[in-house]
């Protein structure tokens, strides 16, 4: 199959996924990153010809078309160009923007929801509950049960939902750790719904009982600097290290050197909720207890005291108990660790994922035929 892949945006460095959907997916994968109006195909300088460019141009002048008609018709030229077979949209809200495309192709086209795309109540609103793309999409792929159930109570016919986490990097099952150190390790954006500063509050009562303790936090986002001030308050920047955005190399070192990882997941006061987020898995495929929130799809992958150490949102003092646990009793986190690993490369690996994905999108090009 020749495969258009559709992004709103190219490579962004927490989106992981995506770079496995390119990397990963049967068939041949066209790139296509940008938003309505300004979309482009990876490795091409332009979508097509500057003669059909023009040509495009002057009928949108004469006849007054929207500004996005000449990049319209342009992707369309380039899926017939690159005999497109399927497309797969990453994001609800993406798919929305760019559903007139979409049906002029006349292709089968399946979209793959993540998280803020089914829960910004803005976004939702704005997409008219995705009740177009749920009619005319062949499938809808969603990351989480919350997910699913939000998106049948929409009224998205429940045979056409197919529920698949993301799956984590296969490399990450090669990191052992060693808990010799009283380190945590967070890794994610500075966003509201991941709530960076109930994770500094818990760790505070932490470092009261282990003195020694360590919380690394890798990532970046609006939260940032505010997260900053507060370690700055609570006096712990000997204790709680800002490392920025990191590769997967040294993420990985980090998680081969903790003794667990931290995640205080929220609702945000706008909706905004995750999907399954991919690193936890990533931590937990690596051998490592994860202390997280029963939110959105976090109870799907992580079992409560089997895999990982679950508290409600918005809980810190839990937060704390449950850290404070690990370090307590070792061979405890040992055994979350060791139990999650198995877990996920059983029932949420990449390879599943992706197999799951190509199912699809073959059932999506053979129901054409």
């Known amino acids: 199959m020749n495969i258009a892949l559709l992004s709103p945006s190219k490579n962004p460095y927490s ?5 496995a959907h390119k990397n990963l997916l049967a068939g041949n994968v066209f790139y296509y990153y940008g938003t309505k109006g300004g979309i482009r ?5 332009q979508l097509v010809s500057k003669t059909k460019r023009l040509q495009y141009k002057v009928y949108q002048k004469l006849f007054k078309k929207p500004y996005s008609y000449t990049n319209n018709r342009s992707v369309l030229q380039s899926f017939k160009e690159n005999k497109i077979d399927v497309v797969l949209v990453e994001y609800g809200n993406h798919a929305f923007q760019l559903k007139e495309v979409l049906v002029d192709s006349k292709l089968p086209f399946v979209v793959h929801f ?11 609103k704005a997409c008219n509950y995705y009740k177009e793309i749920f009619e005319k999409a062949h499938k809808i792929i ?40 009283q380190q945590f390790i967070a890794a994610g954006r500075f966003t509201d719904k991941k709530a960076p500063y109930y994770t500094i509050l818990a760790f505070a009562e932490v470092v009261k009982v282990f003195p020694k303790a360590v919380l690394v936090m890798a990532g970046n986002g609006g939260l940032h600097n505010a997260c900053l001030n507060l370690i700055k308050y609570l006096n712990l920047e000997q204790h709680i290290k800002l490392v920025g955005v990191i590769t997967q190399k040294v993420y990985k070192d980090y998680l081969s050197n903790s003794v667990a990882f931290v995640q205080h997941s929220i609702t945000a006061d706008n909706g905004d909720m995750e999907g399954t987020p991919v690193a936890i898995t990533e931590a937990s495929l690596a051998g490592l207890p994860v202390i997280s929130t029963r939110h959105a799809g976090i109870p799907d992958v ?13 809980d810190v003092k839990g937060m704390a ?37 190509n199912a699809v999108l073959k059932g999506a090009y053979i129901n054409t035929k």
Request: proline share 5%; charged share 25%; glycine share 6%.
């Open 15 to 19: 989106e992981t996924f995506i770079q």
């Open 41 to 45: 195909l990876e490795s091409q300088s």
């Open 114 to 124: 993540h998280g803020y795309d089914a829960s910004i109540k803005k976004t939702i």
């Open 142 to 181: 969603v990351v989480s049960k919350t997910m699913e159930e939000r998106l049948s109570q929409w009224g998205c016919p429940k045979a056409k939902i197919i529920w698949s986490p993301c799956g984590p990097n296969p490399e990450f099952e090669t990191v052992v750790p060693t808990f010799k150190k």
């Open 302 to 314: 992580i079992k409560d005291k089997k895999t990982g150490l679950l508290v409600e949102e918005h």
């Open 321 to 357: 108990a449950a850290m404070t646990s690990v370090l307590n009793d070792l061979q405890f986190a040992k055994q979350l660790g060791s139990n999650g690993k198995i877990n996920i490369s059983t029932h949420f690996s990449m390879e599943r994922h992706i197999q799951q994905l």
